[in-house]
């Protein structure tokens, strides 16, 4: 049987999006839906009767029981982190471009720690920043051994010790995106500049830093969600213990310790609302990203 | 040698001892647990975390390890949630992508307004609702659960595959409609080779994130037996105490090695598929 060109045309359009429609409904939009209403009841995640109780869930967070919210302050310590991490990730980009003798090991090993597996590189990471552990040991042997720390225990040190861990696994990969961009940068401007005697300083102020801005802005917006959402990293150092706990962490803990779902729904929308906030106000801030 | 040339040599040694103390601690961590999971408990207890194990093949930790854990579980598990979830992600993303690219239909600006918006909530913050979803439709605990999320909720990469395919021209596609072949056949036979591009970088990029993902196996498989390998390093740590520390170090030798043998042979190819996938992402 020959189908009319229309009819075909209609059965390939619904039987290739039925399969991700659905998918996209079940897995994404219904459990953001769902959110906002567990949100405004005080459901326990077990019983079959939830109460809807307004906005009460985001009174108590944000009024009454703050304590709920001071793990958001720990995403600052990320956030500076992310930021040293950006500048870092940039200057070794920028060096590696040059196509220094030996760039491309330095550059893989940089890159190395972003597909190691979260779970195995936190636990070598715990097991290096404990008291006497590796990292300890290392500072010894070269002379640093009055320099020792309770890195994960003393809570002013705990997080900043975090960020490091965090920096370590994901500078590679921000290094590996402004290397992207850096290489679209034609060489020629340089030679140009070079002829007309600029230093290093000033091709990378007036050639490099302008080519790469956008990039630089959206690893930014990148960096702030990212700040914003982490997890695993401390999760599987510390457990959020000596002050390290972060707000997903604490959301999480709501929802799955203590079955306060709509409580921890209510954080979650929280959350939500701030990375929507951070993206939009760096989106109008920053320069707009060419067309690509 | 003028003072500019001077200047240049003496920066470029500095670039240099920059990039090789970074180096040295982004290898130290990896290579203290690397000879740690070859000492004996007693090793471990006496000296400090640098000493040389004094015995380098001695292999009792791997061999504790291996019979202790549920490994080839686990393994089995990644694999099997691997090679699933990239071909469902990969057929029904590139059949997506074809439609909604090169037909215009009644809905299509709400559809694509529907991934744009998802795509701006991250997945994390919806995981309380999400777990419910789960648990309704009964794959909390089974590894079905984290083969769904992986290719129903993988939005980033049928972004990939439209940017990509917007990018083909329609030449070929149209001049197959006029000769009469079928749009299942265009599909097949055209559009899918001419994505292996954009395939082989959503491979990549899925396969590291699945391989070393630890927040969707931890909320939706709590048991090894359905989970993978991030799964199986999370329970033997916490059963672990400090005497079988070094047999915990040889577990995670076991997970990371195949990650860093496919990096260093298939370097290129990740180094360049991350790239492009993702500044998208």
């Not at chain 2, 777990?131 to 659960?145: E, P």
Request: one cysteine or more; aromatic letters at 12%.
């Amino acid at each position: 049987m020959q189908l009319t060109a229309r009819a075909q045309r209609c059965l390939v359009i619904a039987g290739f999006l039925i399969a991700p429609l659905t998918l996209l409904a079940v897995f994404s939009l219904w459990p953001a839906v769902q959110l906002v209403w567990f949100s405004l009841t005080d459901w326990d995640g077990m019983s079959a009767d939830k109460s809807f109780v307004g906005l009460d869930n985001y009174r108590t967070i944000l009024f009454e029981d703050t304590g709920l919210l001071r793990p958001l302050l720990n995403s600052l310590y990320y956030f500076a982190g992310s930021m040293l991490q950006l500048a870092l990730a940039t200057y070794f980009a920028v060096i590696l471009n040059r196509g220094m003798p030996g760039s491309a090991a330095f550059r893989l090993i940089l890159f190395m720690p972003f597909v190691l597996n979260s779970v195995a590189v936190s636990i070598v990471f715990r097991d290096f920043l404990q008291i006497e552990g590796g990292l300890d040991a290392l500072m010894t042997i070269v002379g640093l051994g009055a320099w020792t720390r309770e890195w994960v225990q003393d809570p002013d040190i705990a997080p900043w010790s975090l960020v490091f861990a965090s920096v370590w696994r994901y500078l590679g990969f921000q290094l590996l995106i402004t290397y992207g961009a850096l290489q679209a940068v034609p060489q020629d401007q340089y030679e140009a500049a070079r002829i007309e005697g600029a230093s290093e300083w000033q091709q990378f102020r007036f050639i490099t830093f302008p080519a790469i801005l956008p990039i630089l802005g959206l690893q930014m917006i990148l960096a702030t969600v990212g700040s914003l959402e982490v997890f695993d990293v401390p999760f599987l150092i510390t457990g959020g213990a000596n002050g390290t706990k972060t707000f997903v962490m604490a959301t999480l803990e709501e929802a799955f310790e203590f079955r306060r779902v709509g409580m921890a729904a209510a954080m979650a929308v929280i959350l939500l609302a701030g990375v929507l906030v951070a993206v939009a106000i760096q989106r109008l801030v920053l320069p707009k990203e060419e067309a690509r | 040698m003028t003072r500019a040339a001077a200047m240049r040599r003496f920066w470029t040694g500095v670039h240099y001892v920059v990039l090789t103390f970074a180096s040295i601690l982004v290898v130290a961590p990896l290579a203290i647990a690397f000879i740690n999971s070859f000492k004996t408990p007693l090793e471990m207890l006496r000296g400090e975390k640098t000493d040389l194990p004094a015995d380098p093949v001695n292999i009792q930790n791997y061999v504790d390890f291996i019979e202790r854990q549920p490994v080839g579980i686990a393994f089995w598990n990644t694999a099997f949630v691997i090679a699933v979830s990239l071909i469902i992600v990969t057929l029904i993303g590139t059949m997506a992508a074809y439609v909604i690219d090169r037909f215009r239909f009644p809905g299509r600006r709400a559809i694509l307004l529907a991934y744009v918006i998802v795509m701006a909530i991250p997945p994390i913050t919806t995981q309380v609702s999400l777990y419910q979803v789960m648990l309704g439709l009964g794959l909390v605990n089974s590894k079905w659960a984290l083969i769904a999320l992986y290719s129903g909720a993988d939005i980033v990469s049928l972004y990939i595959f439209i940017t990509f395919i917007g990018a083909i021209g329609r030449e070929l596609d149209e001049s197959a409609r006029i000769e009469g072949a079928s749009y299942l056949t265009i599909y097949w036979k055209i559009i899918l080779p001419l994505m292996v591009p954009a395939i082989s970088t959503v491979v990549i990029l899925r396969t590291i994130h699945i391989y070393n993902d630890f927040v969707l196996p931890y909320l939706y498989t709590p048991r090894v037996e359905q989970s993978t390998v991030s799964m199986l390093l999370y329970k033997a740590s916490d059963m672990m105490s400090s005497s079988t520390e070094a047999v915990l170090m040889a577990g995670i030798v076991i997970v990371i090695a195949p990650t860093l043998i496919a990096f260093v042979v298939l370097q290129r190819q990740i180094v360049s598929g991350m790239m492009r996938g993702a500044v998208k992402g």
